[in-house]
């Protein structure tokens, strides 16, 4: 189930921000900038950086390799770590 909640979130924030930039390609910089972590702006205040980076995709093809390797991961380890470890590793 977290998977499957993890994938949402990412698919959702790739549409949001494919909305904000104008384009479902390719991720505009200021989007990028505004979401994606950059530690200088951080540091200025910018604190949900830190979360949102996560889920932030540079364009298209980014969530095809970010959720293969977790789908992949899952099913091999899934019954071997908790819920709060395999997201920990997620992240």
Known sequence: MPTYIIVLLNVSVYVYTSVLSGDFVQTSYDVILQYGQVNYIVLKGFYWQLFTDMFIHADVHTPFWQHGIP?????????????????LIYS
């Open 71 to 87: 789908t992949n991961f899952r099913t091999s380890s899934r019954g071997n770590v908790p819920r709060p470890e395999y997201l």
